[in-house]
């Protein structure tokens, strides 16, 4: 049996499987099934999401390279298709994880290839440069205007790939997270 992974239509890793002559019976089918298993949907959001109404601050992790999706350009396992809100006045705490082999940063934009924070202290250490793997840092800003932003790794090349999601600070409610393409 020869088996090769790459990258189908959609850009998520699909598994390849030709059947030689020597094949036994039923290896093909059983791999196939263990794969997919292996290839799961990623997590809730809301699992990267704590309030402290009390404290009127929230915190957000962003796990850089969670998983495989868009080739491991990711924060959480989601690539541009997670909506933040937070509300205007809150403390904002971020967790920046990267699980990937290569760097990446997190960093509060207001919009695409911009490289400039958009609070004061929104972004990770030399965010241009990133995290290597492995890496922790954190980071807190407050959110002091109503406004549509990014939360974006800034290592050039991360945002091209889609590296990004939304984060919208309202006027008032509370914070949450809404994956955009959840049916």
């Not at 004061?120 to 840092?137: D, N, V, W």
Request: hydrophobic share 40%; net charge positive; charged share 20%.
């Amino acid at each position: 049996m020869r088996a090769s992974l790459g990258l189908d239509e959609n850009g998520s890793y699909a598994l390849r499987v030709a059947k030689d002559l020597c094949d036994a019976p039923g290896v093909v089918a059983e791999t196939v099934v263990a794969l997919s298993l292996a290839a799961k949907a990623p997590p809730s959001p809301h699992k990267f999401l704590a309030v402290d109404a009390a404290r009127h601050r929230a915190t957000i992790t962003l796990v850089a390279s969670y998983d495989g999706a868009n080739g491991g350009f990711n924060f959480d396992g989601y690539s541009r298709t997670l909506m933040w809100t937070v509300p205007r006045g809150w403390t904002v705490r971020v967790v920046c994880e990267n699980h990937g082999p290569q760097r990446h940063s997190c960093a509060v934009v207001r919009g695409a290839n911009v490289s400039k924070p958009a609070f004061r202290g929104a972004s990770t250490p030399q965010p241009g440069i990133g995290l290597e793997a492995g890496q922790t840092k954190r980071f807190t800003f407050r959110a002091t205007k109503k406004s549509v932003n990014r939360f974006a790794s800034l290592v050039p090349g991360d945002e091209v790939a889609r590296m990004w999601d939304v984060l919208k600070i309202t006027r008032g409610g509370k914070p949450s997270v809404v994956d955009l393409q959840a049916k």
